[in-house]
């Protein structure tokens, strides 16, 4: 996946996706409505620049918070989306950001020309580590 495509190339699986998927949890027959658990990514609120040292875990209502790629702005209009729909609907709504996850479904192993392992091979080599790690 490229991540640096506009928004507008992820507005079909990303927000039309969502969309849907909050259509199937409105429909359902249950006495409670299905949670909708989001994967979104940490990308959709790295740009935050507020007091605190860590990101708060909340929504936030700006969207210059979110990298300025088109899949992490993405990821912010779809939590958007679903937090609307939550309050609107009474739809349960967990949205996860999450960071960069790895590994094969087939062997387990994570993609060598990742950062991380790019990060990991070069301080095996150069036998030194960044003091500090980066942690964004």
Same mark, same amino acid.
């Given at each position: 996946?490229?991540?640096?495509?506009?928004l507008?190339?992820?507005?079909?699986?990303?927000?039309?996706?969502?969309?849907?998927?909050?259509?199937?949890?409105?429909?359902?027959?249950?006495?409670?409505?299905?949670?909708?658990?989001?994967? #979104? @990514?940490? *990308?959709?609120?790295? +740009?935050?620049?507020? !007091?605190?040292?860590?990101?708060?875990?909340?929504?936030?209502?700006?969207?210059?918070?979110?990298?300025?790629?088109?899949?992490?702005?993405?990821?912010?209009?779809?939590?958007?989306?679903?937090?609307?729909?939550?309050?609107?609907?009474?739809?349960p709504?967990?949205i996860?950001?999450?960071?960069?996850?790895?590994?094969?479904? #087939? @062997?387990g *192993?994570?993609?060598? +020309?990742?950062?991380? !392992?790019?990060?990991?091979?070069?301080?095996?080599?150069?036998?030194?580590?960044?003091?500090?790690?980066?942690?964004?």
């Amino acid at each position: 996946m490229n991540f640096n495509h506009p928004l507008d190339r992820f507005l079909e699986t990303q927000i039309v996706g969502i969309q849907n998927l909050i259509k199937v949890s409105l429909s359902s027959y249950r006495t409670r409505r299905p949670r909708i658990l989001f994967l #979104s @990514s940490v *990308t959709a609120v790295s +740009n935050y620049a507020g !007091p605190e040292d860590a990101i708060p875990e909340i929504l936030f209502d700006d969207p210059s918070v979110s990298l300025n790629q088109g899949y992490a702005q993405a990821k912010y209009l779809a939590e958007m989306v679903l937090a609307k729909a939550s309050q609107e609907a009474d739809l349960p709504v967990t949205i996860v950001r999450a960071g960069q996850l790895s590994g094969s479904t #087939s @062997s387990g *192993t994570w993609n060598l +020309n990742e950062h991380i !392992p790019v990060l990991l091979q070069s301080c095996l080599i150069l036998k030194k580590i960044p003091s500090p790690l980066p942690v964004r």
